[in-house]
């Protein structure tokens, strides 16, 4: 019955919106690709009654809802897989005698996921997604096993290259599914509820970590993984049917030269280079050392090489400018970069507050971590249904420009007899701030690109997103590490600062009376308040990415597509 109505109304507003063209009589068959909903949007993007937009390619009903618990236990298993290497480090030094391997066991990961990010971006507009996304989990899952039974710190480290790999290929999978399983119209809703999950899950992983070392052994860390992989990637292989990719049809000849492998080979060597010089330079080099500069310029050297390779390429490139060069695209990916930077830097520096300057347990210091959880997990779908009813992204981008630069200018106040109740209360704040705008250039990208350019826009602003917390951890790092001696040497003058650089803070309180302790926590406070100047910055700068962002409606871009869609059925 409604399916008659749909059609009968479909009729008479062909017939109306052209009087003098005839247009094709024929009725479409219920279920048939002409088959709509129909939807109008008014001028302030608000929904009204039915226009159209074909919905019928999209899955439903127990397809739909296993394809999305598929997704989310992939994006857990990423949040968890990225994250929980930090819990198990102890336990790998310990494991390998290996301490000087330590930096590689997180750092591996993320050169490899930032390097083949594009490659990855470009490889879902030219094969299926369907197999292209198993692939890339089953590559995750590979690097799992090789980390799980690993019987050497260079076995793991290869490990944690393979696992980023998958990741590349997964991130960006993950969202390029959601624009073949989703109505334009109901993304911003799925994508703020698929960050939050993703955020619950990287946060909980020094719980569920500890845990499982604690239970069991550092290797369940890795192989939790490896079964909730293979439920993931089943899932997916029974469920998920997509139409065939415009490129897909392609020689593999001409698919691999489209890959633009020459760029990927380029960029790899440049992120090796930078996060080189960003790890050694203030800790095992000066910043002035010829060492830590020339790995900078062979870095900027290398990464021009790639633009300009990605520049000759044009279509060809696995980054083409032509995308690059997009408004929404570059102010997203700058967006979510402060943002990103910004609240890890503060889950960072606020753990040496709670731990070293306070005298908090670790246990404890990671329930203090709840509120920003909570705050991103709450604030994230909220933003995305607000998206959803009003039809536009941008002003959800807003409010961690507000909340965020209010929430960390108000750490910067802390000393050490502030109210813990009040800290949490900022860093919840903090948190749903972030959470409310994050997903916002995802949404964008969705918004902005046709359906089979979605996997490279998404990519851009991922890399700009990973890049946050690899840039300015290392900045932040080095700032700290440059003021911690002279607030000390100022608040405890009758302390030797040199002789405190090799003790941790637990031995620091042991060794030092209550006098000269206290002037030593403060200068560690001193140092961290300084620190967190840098995250401000970077939350007040977001606002950039807000004001650049295109003003575009989802339900206005679903509106065109759908009419473009029922133009081409007409004139066939």
Not at 361 to 370: D, E, I, P
Not at 426 to 449: D, E, M, N, R, S
């Amino acid at each position: 019955m409604s399916g008659m109505v749909i059609e009968q109304a479909t009729t008479e507003v062909r017939c109306a919106s052209d009087t003098t063209t005839e247009m094709p009589a024929a009725t479409p068959e219920p279920g048939s690709d002409a088959h709509r909903e129909q939807f109008e949007i008014d001028d302030g993007g608000t929904l009204a009654t039915n226009v159209a937009e074909n919905e019928v390619n999209y899955p439903k009903g127990v397809k739909l809802a296993a394809i999305s618990s598929a997704l989310i236990i992939v994006l857990m298993v990423l949040g968890l897989d990225i994250s929980i290497v930090a819990v198990t480090i102890p336990a790998l030094s310990d494991q390998f005698q290996s301490i000087q391997d330590i930096a590689w066991y997180s750092t591996a990961l993320q050169l490899v996921m930032c390097s083949f990010m594009f490659l990855w971006g470009k490889a879902y507009t030219l094969f299926s997604v369907k197999w292209l996304f198993m692939t890339s989990l089953a590559t995750f899952e590979a690097g799992n096993v090789l980390c799980t039974f690993a019987q050497s710190s260079r076995m793991f480290i290869a490990g944690r290259a393979i696992c980023g790999f998958g990741c590349a290929g997964l991130s960006g999978g993950v969202f390029t599914i959601f624009t073949h399983t989703f109505p334009l119209r109901q993304r911003a809703l799925v994508t703020g509820l698929a960050g939050a999950i993703e955020t619950l899950a990287c946060i909980a992983s020094p719980v569920v970590g500890g845990a499982l070392i604690t239970g069991w052994t550092w290797r369940a860390c890795f192989g939790i993984n490896i079964p909730l992989g293979l439920i993931g990637c089943g899932v997916i292989y029974v469920c998920l049917h997509l139409d065939p990719n415009p490129d897909e049809n392609l020689s593999l000849k001409e698919k691999i030269k489209r890959l633009d492998l020459l760029g990927t080979a380029i960029l790899a060597p440049a992120m090796l280079c930078l996060l080189l010089a960003l790890q050694w330079g203030g800790t095992l080099y000066r910043w002035d050392d010829t060492r830590v500069i020339a790995l900078f310029v062979l870095s900027g050297v290398l990464l021009s090489g790639f633009l300009l390779t990605e520049w000759r390429l044009g279509e060809k490139a696995s980054l083409p400018f032509r995308i690059l060069r997009n408004r929404s695209l570059l102010a997203g990916a700058f967006f979510d970069h402060c943002c990103n930077a910004t609240v890890t830097v503060i889950e960072y520096y606020m753990s040496i507050y709670f731990q070293g300057v306070r005298g908090y347990s670790a246990a404890k210091t990671g329930v203090f971590a709840l509120p920003v959880v909570v705050g991103v997990c709450i604030a994230s779908p909220l933003a995305g249904g607000f998206t959803t009813w009003i039809g536009y992204y941008f002003p959800t981008m807003y409010v961690p420009a507000v909340l965020a630069s209010v929430a960390v200018g108000i750490l910067t106040t802390i000393d050490i007899d502030t109210s813990i109740a009040q800290v949490l209360c900022v860093l919840a704040l903090l948190g749903f701030g972030i959470g409310a705008g994050i997903q916002a250039p995802q949404v964008a990208a969705q918004t902005v690109l046709k359906q089979s350019e979605v996997s490279i826009g998404i990519s851009i602003v991922q890399f700009g997103a990973q890049m946050g917390p690899v840039l300015f951890l290392a900045g932040g790092a080095a700032l700290f590490t440059n003021r911690l001696q002279d607030e000390i040497e100022k608040h405890s003058p009758t302390t030797n600062a040199t002789s405190l650089e090799n003790m941790g803070l637990t031995d620091i309180r042991n060794a030092l009376g209550p006098v000269a302790l206290k002037g030593v926590l403060t200068g560690y406070n001193e140092a961290l308040v300084q620190t967190l100047y840098l995250p401000l910055a970077l939350a007040c700068v977001s606002i950039i990415g807000c004001v650049l962002i295109e003003r575009k409606s989802v339900k206005k871009e679903a509106q065109n597509d759908s009419q473009s869609q029922e133009q081409n059925l007409d004139t066939a």
